[in-house]
């Protein structure tokens, strides 16, 4: 039965009912709700929960419990994401899986409290050093953040790697009906990486990042490339609405693509033939969602809160085939759907 | 139907609280809802506010910051802010007991409710003023049953809160007897 759920709440159970068995975090607004739910929730269903002395402390603990073989989660919000970067590297260089929760506020420094989206960049090229990637969700309801969480944890299993699942602050703080519906957990051999024990097995499992050989590092390098190789091709996620006959496209994700789904209505009762496009993964990027377009299409304009990130990544897919327009906002303030439609009958008006 | 509701009013004054028992009513009539709360430096004395959609059909936006159906004023900084965000034809619920001006629109109808003096006075309990404001929208919703109410009262404030349940359902229930339009 659904339930009226906090997004913060929400993604919170979503884990628990994952079978998440380890919480380490640190406090930042506005996401206290999630270490605040797991703090009561954590040792009701036998997991653990610590609140670490610094978002640095908390990465290295997910580093710990992930080379343990345990089901591991941490979540913060952007200045906290931004200390906790070097610590991904090391996770995705030791090849550990984890789900890390970024509820994005404004910046950049300590910005401010309210919503945003500037944080696309900080998690699909990350901050952290060497050649990585990490699969990023960005659900745009709380019934989709619920089922993406537990998509996250396997999808980080499968291909032992961190994952992050990016909401901005709107999404963390609305509440909407939600059920969290169990999906079927992957099957992780932990046997095969963690440090568990050596019963039952030849050799040790060694878990680290360094290694001072010039050819034994690219050869590690060139097997992480084949991991985010097998990623691209069979994790990508996004919705479209784009019908053949459309002139425009809109491209938004998370909040921000309810309030461009409002001006597509509006739009297409102007007359103006628009569709949309959601990448629901940030990366790996929906590129053939551009690439595919019908030939109607004149103009694509991205939608976000933030000064333009992703509209590089739409840039980048259509590789100069059609304009690509951006509109944003930015230090919490959230444009209305009239705004986005003023934006598009500028371009729509220029085309002509 | 496309219900579209902002609640506004000093922080502590729960008008947070009142949206989520709304968004829970339509929820459990089967229809979608979102709650979706200011929030920034919130702080008791502070303003805060909270829009509520229901709508038989998908929630784009969930801010209402335009186009509201119906706003609810606990206090008059809220009227200043909000009043322009009604509808056309919507309608404004005021908190007379603190709300002193009457509305500038001529095209947005108005409830009023002396909600706060009527929680101190009869019911004696300045923390349910918000539950008189819900009485008064109720009266535009007459299709939501006692029962109905007191389920939500029940799953919002769970157990611990039990004794109080009484309370808020004749809070409710004044606001209902005493709003006017």
Same mark, same amino acid.
């Given at each position: 039965m659904k339930t009226l759920m906090k997004g913060n709440e929400a993604v919170s159970a979503a884990a628990i009912a994952a079978g998440c068995k380890a919480f380490f975090g640190y406090p930042i607004t506005p996401q206290n709700e999630i270490p605040e739910y797991m703090s009561a929730k954590m040792a009701e269903s036998g997991g653990v929960f610590v609140q670490a002395e610094s978002e640095i402390a908390a990465i290295n603990m997910i580093y710990g419990g992930a080379a343990a073989g345990a089901r591991v989660m941490t979540s913060s919000s952007s200045p906290g994401i931004a200390l906790k970067q070097e610590g991904i590297s090391y996770l995705c260089a030791a090849r550990l899986p984890c789900l890390i929760v970024s509820v994005m506020r404004c910046g950049p420094g300590l910005g401010g409290i309210l919503p945003s989206q500037a944080d696309y960049f900080q998690a699909t090229r990350g901050g952290g050093n060497g050649d990585y990637n990490t699969p990023v969700y960005a659900p745009n309801s709380i019934q989709e953040a619920t089922d993406l969480v537990q998509k996250a944890f396997n999808v980080a299993e499968q291909y032992r790697t961190p994952v992050m699942v990016v909401m901005d602050g709107l999404l963390g703080q609305m509440m909407e009906p939600a059920e969290i519906k169990p999906i079927p957990r992957f099957k992780n051999d932990t046997d095969k990486y963690a440090t568990n024990g050596e019963s039952g097995r030849r050799g040790r499992n060694i878990v680290n990042s360094l290694n001072l050989q010039a050819a034994a590092l690219e050869q590690s390098n060139l097997r992480l490339a084949e991991v985010y190789k097998e990623i691209i091709k069979n994790e990508v996620m996004y919705e479209s609405t784009v019908e053949d006959g459309d002139e425009l496209v809109i491209a938004a994700y998370g909040t921000p693509s309810r309030i461009a789904q409002n001006a597509v209505a509006e739009l297409r009762a102007r007359g103006?033939?628009? &569709?949309?496009?959601?990448p629901v993964t940030l990366w790996p990027f929906p590129d053939l969602a551009f690439q595919s377009l019908p030939s109607s299409v004149k103009n694509v304009l991205v939608c976000e809160l933030s000064m333009g990130q992703m509209v590089q990544d739409?840039?980048?897919a259509l590789n100069g085939k059609l304009p690509v327009h951006f509109y944003g906002r930015t230090g919490g303030v959230i444009f209305e759907p009239e705004e986005i439609v003023e934006k598009a009958l500028?371009?729509? &008006?220029g085309g002509q | 139907m496309n219900e579209r509701i902002l609640i506004a009013g000093f922080g502590g004054q729960g008008a947070l609280t009142a949206g989520q028992l709304i968004a829970s009513l339509y929820l459990n009539r089967g229809v979608n809802v979102t709650w979706m709360p200011s929030y920034g430096a919130e702080m008791r004395g502070g303003t805060a506010n909270c829009s509520v959609i229901a709508s038989?059909?998908?929630?784009?936006? %969930?801010?209402?910051?335009?186009?509201?159906?119906?706003?609810?004023?606990?206090? @008059? %900084? @809220?009227?200043?802010?909000f009043e322009p965000v009604a509808a056309p034809g919507g309608t404004v619920i005021l908190n007379t007991s603190i709300v002193t001006?009457?509305?500038?629109?001529?095209d947005v109808k108005s409830i009023k409710i002396d909600a706060s003096n009527i929680a101190v006075n009869e019911l004696k309990n300045i923390k349910v003023a918000n539950m008189v404001m819900l009485g008064a929208y109720l009266t535009l919703h007459p299709e939501f049953t006692d029962d109905e109410i007191e389920r939500v009262l029940n799953d919002r404030f769970g157990a611990k809160a039990a004794a109080l349940i009484p309370l808020n359902m004749k809070a409710i229930a004044s606001g209902k007897a005493n709003a006017a339009r």
């Open positions: 103006i033939k628009t &569709g949309l496009i959601r739409v840039r980048l500028e371009i729509a &008006g | 038989d059909g998908v929630i784009g936006s %969930p801010i209402v910051s335009a186009n509201a159906g119906i706003v609810m004023a606990l206090n @008059s %900084p @809220s009227l200043d802010k001006r009457g509305l500038k629109r001529g």
